[in-house]
């Protein structure tokens, strides 16, 4: 069974840093490009990044280019987010999603930004 | 990147049929067909349901289909079903590698 599996999430303070880690069992990432995609409490969802297979190109959404890095570790089967200067309205539950379909998604880790 | 627009909800009856939309504009739904739609519960991680406008994958009842006119595409459930009920999103390709979601659709089961 193909399982993606979100970490790193949790309360941080405005301006603060996170790193989020997506780990996948039962499928190989390095032949996919790979996503975050994020959804605000009460929200809908909002694609955040993206990265290629073998991490040579890279997109962010205009709401978070320039402080987030989306990078990824195929030997360890392992996509991140660096997460830096973060704002109240960056709050959100942070799921990774494969290929271009967005199939399948973790189940996300949660993000807290707050004073 | 802008949202697509969805209707904030809609609702049928058990065995009716429901269409949801999904506009965008030339430079996302109606430029390629990279249209996607996804079903998530409450409490649950989204599901792919339709992929490139029409593909269902595997295990996805054939009562979801997908269909796209112009800068519209729409997600069509037939013959509804209690545990369909869920929200619903489209998504699109945007061009440079950049992706776009539609608000959301809640779909109640009368």
């Known amino acids: 069974e193909v399982q993606l599996i979100e970490s790193g999430g949790g309360l941080v303070q405005p301006g603060g840093s996170l790193r989020l880690s997506c780990a996948a069992s039962g499928t190989t990432l390095s032949g996919y490009w790979m996503n975050w995609v994020r959804q605000a409490p009460g929200k809908g969802l909002e694609w955040v990044s993206r990265i290629k297979s073998d991490g040579t190109i890279t997109t962010y959404a205009d709401s978070v280019k320039g402080r987030f890095i989306i990078s990824r570790d195929n030997a360890k089967n392992t996509l991140y987010l660096q997460m830096n200067s973060l704002r109240v309205e960056d709050t959100a539950l942070y799921y990774c999603?494969?290929?271009?379909?967005?199939?399948?998604w973790g189940q996300g880790t949660l993000v807290t930004v707050s004073s | 990147q802008s949202v697509l627009t969805q209707p904030r909800s809609v609702s049928g009856s058990p065995g009716q049929s429901v269409a949801i939309s999904c506009t965008g504009a030339s430079g996302d739904v109606g430029g390629y067909n990279y249209v996607s739609w996804y079903q998530q519960h409450p409490g649950k991680a989204p599901k792919l349901m339709i992929h490139d406008v029409t593909q269902r994958p595997s295990g996805v009842p054939d009562r979801f289909s997908g269909s796209k006119s112009g800068n519209t595409a729409s997600l069509t459930i037939s013959g509804l079903q209690a545990e369909d009920e869920a929200d619903y999103y489209c998504?699109?390709?945007?061009?440079?590698?950049?992706?776009?979601f539609g608000g959301g659709t809640k779909l109640t089961v009368l």
């Open positions: 999603a494969q290929s271009d379909w967005f199939d399948p």
């Open positions: 998504s699109s390709y945007a061009g440079a590698e950049k992706w776009v």
